[in-house]
T-cell receptor, first 113, second 111 residues
């Protein structure tokens, strides 16, 4: 199916564990993004990528690692999860310019105990 | 630092009422976008405005980009329960293709 998918949709983990959230898009969009959404903060950018092998930090990158070896995949890893990383995580992709539509995945709800 | 400030943050109205949501900044934006998000889903783009003073209509929704390109508004006429959701404005931030979002306006329209 065409589109942007995220997995898992729900995840419960413990403090200190490593967690990887997956994101896959089928459009060959150049740009991909990871956001977290918390009450009162809207969507905050964690990391983004302009193309394969090109990544850069967003507003809140601490504690997260990304990679983009293939255009269609953009995994987000929490190296040692903390309770403050409990959130809903959204992946997004965009073809190019700022005025293009940015498409969002359905989100991953992560709980860190 | 929140570059895009939305107001109000919460809005609860009755079906048939009109409402306006504001998105303000001290910075000039080359474009602004409005997204709508329903519970359990990702945001979906409603409109992009690119020219100062531009007005775009989407059925009962009217979007305006300020003349100075520092603010935007979303006006809903005769709101319906189906309009319930989180409305987010977004704009390009610095270089590199980043999009920054306002904190959102949670709209509830009661029948």
């Amino acid at each position: 199916d065409a589109g942007i998918t995220q997995s898992p949709r729900y995840k419960i983990t413990e403090t200190g564990r490593q967690v990887t959230l997956m994101c896959h898009q089928t459009w060959s969009h150049s740009y991909m993004f990871w956001y977290r959404q918390d009450l009162g903060h809207g969507l905050r950018l964690i990391y983004y990528s302009a193309a394969a092998d090109i990544t850069d930090k967003g507003e809140v990158p601490d504690g997260y690692v990304v990679s983009r070896s293939k255009t269609e995949n953009f995994p987000l890893t929490l190296e040692s999860a903390t309770r403050s990383q409990t959130s809903v995580y959204f992946c997004a992709s965009r073809a190019g310019a700022h005025t293009d539509t940015q498409y969002f995945g359905p989100g991953t709800r992560l709980t860190v105990l | 630092t929140q570059l895009l400030e939305q107001s109000p943050q919460f809005l609860s109205i009755q079906e048939g009422e009109n409402l306006t949501v504001y998105c303000n900044s001290s910075s000039v934006f080359s474009s602004l976008q409005w997204y709508r998000q329903e519970p359990g889903e990702g945001p979906v783009l409603l409109v992009t405005v690119v020219t100062g003073g531009e007005v775009k209509k989407l059925k009962r929704l009217t979007f305006q980009f300020g003349d100075a390109r520092k603010d935007s508004s979303l006006h809903i006429t005769a709101a319906q329960p189906g309009d319930t959701g989180l409305y987010l404005c977004a704009g390009p931030y610095n270089q590199g293709g980043k999009l920054i979002f306002g904190q959102g306006t949670e709209l509830s329209v009661k029948p």
